[in-house]
């Protein structure tokens, strides 16, 4: 009997959507679990590090990695996975671009641990301790792994063979993904495994905006009842689907939501932020600069809105930290 492929799964810096993803394949997760061997998927399985690492260079077929690098252990499960693993997968948009976890570079080690750990207004920690790689007590020792100060993507650390782009994937673009490794049908090396055109291009709503839309003011989801028929960005709601790659099957619009930009830019663009924020910015139905200033002001977090995924992935990347700053 031909021995099964074998497949890993590690969850990173993220929130834990990318496994529920894979468990939302539902009865093709059997067909998946049928085909592969999963040696490793510590959400689910009784799996430790000791097995992959007892295991011969290559010998798994694919490593699905989902989440943002943040720690010292996170990097060295990376390492690790990459050596044992034929083909090292990008699973979802944290690894992709940075993810939600990225904003974080907004800030640097010592003010999140301030935020988190003495001023937050939850927070009752009168001598101000932090969490240090290393304690000793009473002749006992323990560790931690140590918290980098800037986040970065899966292939800012690695070599990425290919994305499964999504916040979170899905159903469709993992069992295709899953797919094609198996059958050897592979595009280049590098590829996002997800239609390169933007999600307009997929939208039910794309032939009700306008030639010649321009806008005056921008409303948030819970400002207005959108009509469910009509496109989004002709309502004024902020939507990124002309500057985000297609193949989630514009769900979030299907469900009268716009578009916040989770699978990332197609492979013609270098900064997904840059992108959606040029293509916004060139809707603004103004020429006098205090009426632009007034339109833009109701966007209120750009950074937020434009760099929600990619922060780490783009040019970008973090804050400016201060001079001698390290990681």
């Known amino acids: ?24 394949l539902a009865e093709d997760l059997l067909g998946v679990a049928d085909a592969v061997d999963i040696v490793f998927w510590p959400v689910a399985l009784d799996s430790k590090r000791a097995d992959v690492e007892a295991m011969e260079d290559g010998e798994i077929l694919a490593a699905f990695v989902n989440g943002a690098v943040r720690t010292d252990e996170q990097e060295e499960m990376v390492h690790l996975l990459r050596r044992k693993a034929r083909v090292m997968v990008a699973f979802g948009s944290c690894s992709h671009m940075g993810g939600i976890p990225g904003l974080a570079n907004l800030w640097d080690k010592e003010a999140i641990f301030d935020r988190v750990y003495r001023t937050s207004p939850t927070t009752d920690n009168p001598d101000g301790v932090v969490p240090k790689t290393e304690y000793a007590s009473n002749g006992h020792r323990v560790t931690l792994p140590g918290f980098h100060d800037t986040v970065r993507a899966l ?36 590829t996002v495994l997800a239609p390169d055109v933007a999600l307009c291009s997929e939208c039910d709503r794309r032939d009700t905006k306008p030639d010649d839309l321009t806008i005056t003011e921008f409303k948030r989801p819970h400002q207005i009842i959108a009509d469910e028929d009509t496109c989004l960005l002709a309502q004024g709601l902020l939507c990124l689907g002309p500057a985000t790659r297609a193949g989630c099957g514009a769900l979030c619009i299907g469900a ?12 013609s663009v270098r900064d997904h932020g840059a992108k959606a924020a040029g293509a916004i910015a060139s809707l603004v139905g103004a020429d006098d600069p205090e009426e632009i200033e007034r339109i833009l002001s109701t966007i209120p977090d750009p950074i937020g809105t434009f760099y929600r995924y990619g922060l780490p992935h783009s040019l970008l990347v973090r804050k400016r930290q201060p001079a001698g700053a390290t990681e």
Request: net charge negative.
């Open 155 to 190: 292939d800012q650390v690695t070599t990425v063979d290919y994305v499964v782009p999504g916040c979170a994937p899905t159903p469709n673009i993992i069992a295709a993904a899953v797919g094609a490794l198996l059958s050897g049908d592979l595009p280049p090396a590098g």
């Open 1 to 24: 009997m031909t021995a099964k492929p074998k497949v890993a799964f590690y969850w990173l810096a993220s929130c834990g959507g990318c496994e529920e993803a894979v468990v939302d």
């Open 256 to 267: 009268n939501m716009p578009c916040t930009g989770c699978f990332g830019p197609t492979s």
